[in-house]
């Protein structure tokens, strides 16, 4: 028969009064950290509250806010019935249909083309890249500032070379660009569009790098010619960055309004008057704090619409591995 261990009873009492102070310690050291990092996180906790989420909520609270004149303010949705009974707003949403559809498009096709026709690394492709990058360093105030002195009538570079090019062209010569209602939203894409087109090419560059260069040569050794390989495999496995790029580009599409408050500051005849250029005009000249917040809660809403249903589609695109 084994000889059963012993158990001094002081010992173990000794080791129990050893561990209970080791495990308090060692709770003690992990809330420290945690308090630590509360600590360290407090204060961009406050200015996140008082700068991005106390905003929003006194813009909740301004557009469900009716003041009356000579009244007392009350609660209900009438900002949003003068804001969808407003001609000027219906006229903002169009030109911002407009504006998104005109700049979104050729921006995202001339991106993709520049992308694929630079794709190969080469001194030459360096330079282009880095020419067609520039002006997404330009603030874009000072672009707009430079395009009104390109768009000058009749002075500006833009006349003086179309006068240059001869007779077919020197009628244009003279043409007031941002003068005319029926030019000035063009000129404003135009400048949009020269803005973004380098900035969205760098993302379908880093696509075009992730695409595994086995699967186009397999494609190419089955006879399969540039376009085909562009629209079988190039395409289906830049759909995720196509649909992150389309993200970015409504979000511009809708936020983007330095450059008409330089050019044109909404007109002429509310020709160029975009959505976020109303809300401006409504808050800071009109003083209609109540239809200014209503009109951002329906485009907040619907650029979160939009984001989420780009979002869900890009989850759902094709995902490879290299």
Do not use: C
Not at 49 to 74: D, E, K, M, N, R
Not at 175 to 190: F, K, Q
Not at 196 to 206: K, Q, S, V
Not at 290 to 309: N, R
């Amino acid at each position: 028969m084994l000889p059963q261990p012993t158990v001094d009873p002081v010992s173990s009492t000794t080791a129990q009064a050893v561990v209970i102070p080791t495990t308090r310690a060692a709770a003690r050291s992990l809330r420290r950290p945690r308090v630590t990092a509360y600590a360290l996180l407090a204060p961009s906790a406050v200015f996140l509250l008082g700068f991005t989420y106390w905003p929003v909520v006194q813009v909740l609270a301004g557009s469900l806010t009716v003041h009356v004149f000579g009244g007392i303010a009350h609660w209900g949705v009438g900002n949003f019935s003068r804001l969808l009974a407003d001609p000027h707003f219906t006229r903002a949403v169009q030109n911002n249909l407009i504006y998104a559809a005109g700049t979104i498009v050729p921006s995202l096709l001339l991106a993709l083309a520049l992308a694929l026709g630079l794709r190969e690394t080469t001194r030459l492709n360096a330079t282009l890249r880095t020419l067609l990058v520039l002006p997404l360093l330009i603030p874009l105030v000072a672009a707009a500032s430079l395009f009104v002195f390109i768009f000058l009538p009749g002075a500006g570079l833009l006349d003086y070379y179309l006068a240059r090019l001869g007779p077919p062209f020197v009628h244009w010569a003279q043409t007031n660009w941002l003068g005319n209602p029926s030019l000035a939203l063009g000129s404003i894409i135009a400048i949009t569009v020269w803005k973004n087109t380098g900035y969205y090419m760098l993302f379908f560059l880093a696509g075009l790098a992730g695409i595994p260069q086995e699967l186009l040569d397999a494609a190419r050794i089955d006879g399969a010619g540039a376009w085909a390989r562009l629209r079988h495999v190039t395409l289906p496995l830049l759909g995720p960055t196509l649909a992150f790029v389309l993200v970015i580009a409504v979000l511009n599409a809708l936020t983007q309004v330095d450059h008409v408050v330089v050019m044109t500051q909404g007109g002429p005849s509310d020709s160029t008057m975009l959505l976020l250029y109303y809300i401006y005009q409504q808050a800071a000249q009109n003083y209609d704090i109540g239809l200014a917040s209503a009109a951002t809660v329906v485009t907040v809403a619907v650029l979160f619409v939009l984001s989420v249903v780009s979002l869900h589609s890009l989850e759902r695109g094709i995902h490879y591995e290299a």
